[in-house]
């Protein structure tokens, strides 16, 4: 077995490939495989470099724009118990393996180890400076630190494959593509210890180009962070970490990043169009931070009607008394005129890549005050949110209704698509029968997590405080759907005694009180906690 299997992603890249190839093949450790991924170069990558370099691995994918899904196909193929990562832009120096390796042997309970680098920067050839501050690194329990601050530089980072067995591989969501290392490197640090090593083992490119990866505006790459913070609760939820990080850390930590996105939007005019919308991302300070969005949108005026106009040939859809504020929530394509459509930034979409959404957001992290908003819609993205989330973001709409305010909901009618499943004998129908339940999972948020029809939407809005329901039935390509209406009237219900009511919503769920279904229940209210109900949202 060899005792290091080096992955190197590529596109487009073959004479920076080659450079990046021969700094492996010098390296003083010798006891080495080279696995060489390319995701679908367009260049001449495939022809030339099996000739010049035959007895190195070299598999072709088809193209994703994912690092991650190209690591993770050169991962599956390592037959190493020591896994390095190099990006095919940057270099190795000669003993870079061999001091890594020495620590791994050294210390049986490292999970990862890692190092400075040099940085070139665009137009220079040779390296100018390290890439790290002197006291950027740490070693040991570093999750804390690393929460802080990402200092594990990829092509520096050497892993146990035995880690990534227990942790689990680099994340393949398109949301996390400008960090899906990141994530990687936090669940690490759950579980093991790490060492960074300060000498300068590798020459980091920093030049902007054709990869991968390609351009990652700003704003997204604040919503990524937010987003792995998020998973990494999760993580920590199902998993019993070697270091104690309280919630409190990591709420710290989502409050900072949520003011960096914030900030990110503001100084963006592409991705504003009225106060109100602003107001949307603001969960922190919502006053605060809405004034500072009034004072840049004020200064901006001009600019910002024109970016919005440019984006999507729409009229302003600010509120006013003789106007309501609606929200269309998961727009995708679709724009509806007069409402605020939102929706995760196209870069997250596979399939959808033409959003016409006005704002950019995860719909889980929106936020608007109490009592502001007329309508709320929602086509075919309710059942894409979990059990525990779908109930928190019930009430969170609640609050943010006027009185008199509705709530719309279209989802597969689960109850009427089985039935048309049972009925049908044909395969083909069987599985768009299927695929329309349960989604199409083309990334990880295109995947249906929960099932709704017309009694189960009655029994959950209902208790919530939803009123005046009305249902209407659809079909769609053979297969139905069920849409919702439901009314915020009198009298209107608290949100503790909303919070009160969902154990028992959830318990609907068990299937009989054995321990193990009321420690499934106990982890339901704990993910309904964890995901946390408005305190502003009456």
């Known amino acids: 077995m060899a005792c290091v ?36 170069s367009t260049d001449d990558t495939p022809i030339l470099f099996p000739r010049q370099f035959s ?29 390095a990562f190099l990006d095919s832009d940057d270099q190795w120096l000669p003993n870079k393996l061999s001091q890594q390796v020495s620590v791994f042997h050294k210390h049986p309970t490292v999970g990862l180890v890692c190092s400075n680098a040099f940085v070139v920067r665009q137009h220079d050839e040779k390296p100018s400076r390290p890439y790290l501050k002197d006291d950027q690194g740490h070693s040991g329990l570093v999750l804390p630190a690393l929460l802080e601050n990402n200092f594990i530089i990829t092509s520096t980072a050497m892993v146990r494959r035995s880690t990534l067995e227990q942790v689990g591989l680099f994340c393949e969501d398109r949301a996390l593509r400008a960090v899906e290392d990141y994530d990687l490197w936090l669940r690490v640090a759950t579980q093991s210890a790490i060492v960074y090593l300060e000498a300068l083992l590798a020459i980091y490119r920093d030049i902007p180009s054709v990869s991968i990866r390609g351009a990652i505006p700003v704003v997204q790459h604040w919503d990524s962070r937010l987003m ?39 100084s963006d005019h592409r991705y504003l169009a009225t106060f109100p919308h602003v107001m949307t991302l603001c969960a922190h300070d919502p006053l605060a931070m ?44 679709v724009y509806l005129p007069g409402y605020i459509n939102v929706d995760f930034h196209p870069s997250r979409h596979s399939v959808q890549r033409h959003s016409k959404a ?49 709530l719309m909901i279209e989802t597969p009618d689960f109850h009427r698509c089985v039935q048309e499943y049972l009925r049908t004998p044909v395969l083909g129908e069987q599985l768009k029968i299927l695929r329309h339940l349960f989604g199409s999972h ?43 209406i439901g009314t915020k009237g009198s009298p209107i219900v ?45």
């Open 442 to 484: 083309e990334a990880s948020w295109a995947v249906h997590y929960d099932g709704w029809y017309r009694e189960r939407f009655t029994h959950v809005l209902t208790a919530l405080g939803y009123r005046n329901l009305t249902f209407t039935a659809g079909e769609w390509q053979g297969t139905y759907n069920i849409t919702v």
């Open 228 to 266: 792995v913070i998020n998973r990494l609760r999760r993580f920590l939820r199902r998993r019993t970490s070697t270091q104690v990080v309280t919630d409190d850390t990591l709420q710290r930590q989502e409050t900072m990043l949520r003011k960096a996105y914030t900030k990110a939007l503001l």
């Open 358 to 406: 006005d704002i950019f957001t995860d719909l889980s992290q929106l936020h608007y005050p109490s009592g502001t908003i007329d309508e709320i819609r929602l086509h075919h993205v309710f059942e894409h949110f979990e059990r525990p989330v779908a109930l928190r973001l019930l009430i969170d709409w609640y609050g943010w209704l006027k009185e008199g305010g509705q």
């Open 494 to 538: 608290s949100k503790a005694e909303q919070i009160g009511r969902v154990k028992e919503i959830l318990g609907l769920s068990l299937v009989d009180e054995s321990p193990t279904e009321t420690r499934m229940l106990q982890t339901w209210i704990e993910q309904f906690e964890t995901t946390g109900v408005r305190t502003d949202a009456a």
């Open 5 to 40: 299997s080096v992955i190197i992603p590529t596109f487009n890249r073959f004479p920076l490939l080659c450079r990046a190839v021969d700094s492996v093949l010098n390296q003083t450790h010798g006891d080495v495989e080279i696995i060489v991924i390319d995701d679908g």
């Open 290 to 333: 809405g004034k500072a969005a009034l004072r840049r949108i004020r200064k901006n005026s001009q600019q910002l009607l024109i970016g919005r106009r440019e984006r999507s040939n729409a009229p302003s859809t600010a509120s006013s008394p003789d106007k309501p504020l609606k929200l269309h929530l998961g727009c995708g394509e």
């Open 55 to 83: 007895s190195i691995r070299y598999v072709k994918v088809e193209h994703s724009g994912l690092p991650a899904v190209a690591r993770n196909a050169g991962i599956r193929l390592a037959k190493g118990e020591l896994i």
